[in-house]
């Protein structure tokens, strides 16, 4: 069991690298028509960018049914990993950063705060050639102490 559950949490944290290499190398290179809405105007409700969530779902469903058909318990924990990574993402991302749904608006939370700050740091450029903080739940070292002093200065 603890096997399993370390694949999972293995498989989490992998999935941060995949995010950071397919954000800064797809989305922002061939793929950018996707993603350019994201960074620009703000159509409707949904987004085109909305459609890297194939990313996670379409593997973590092939990993867990597969996984199921065949008992290959540990390819079920990967795809259970992927699937939490997703909704980690989902709520990091389109909730709380960009507010898609009005939940939890205002934290103190140092990690939560630096974590918005850096993206919206991502967000400042426009295009596609430059831009920075391409990762989602890692946050680089200062940010997270800017937000620490600003929590502490409070
Ligand atoms: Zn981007
Ligand atoms: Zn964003
Ligand atoms: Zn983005």
């Not at 603890?2 to 797809?26: C, D, Q, S």
């Not at 318990?73 to 749904?101: K, L, N, T």
């Not at 700050?117 to 050639?129: G, M």
């Amino acid at each position: 069991m603890l096997t399993y559950i370390l694949i999972t949490l293995f498989t989490f944290f992998m999935m941060e690298l995949v995010t950071w290499a397919t954000h800064k190398y797809a989305m922002h290179g061939f793929m950018w028509f996707f993603h350019e809405d994201h960074h620009q105007v703000k159509p409707g409700f949904f987004e085109k960018n909305d459609f890297f969530f194939l990313i996670f779902a379409i593997p973590s469903w092939l990993c867990i049914m597969l996984g199921l058909m065949h008992q290959y318990y540990f390819v079920v924990s990967i795809g259970v990993g992927i699937a939490m990574y997703g909704v980690a993402y989902f709520f990091v991302h389109d909730v709380f950063i960009h507010q898609r749904f009005k939940w939890f608006r205002n934290s103190d939370n140092v990690y939560l705060r630096a974590l918005r700050k850096a993206h919206k740091v991502h967000h400042k450029h426009l295009n596609k050639e430059d831009g920075e903080c391409f990762g989602m739940l890692w946050v680089p070292t200062k940010y997270y102490k800017e937000a620490k002093r600003a929590v502490d200065s409070k």
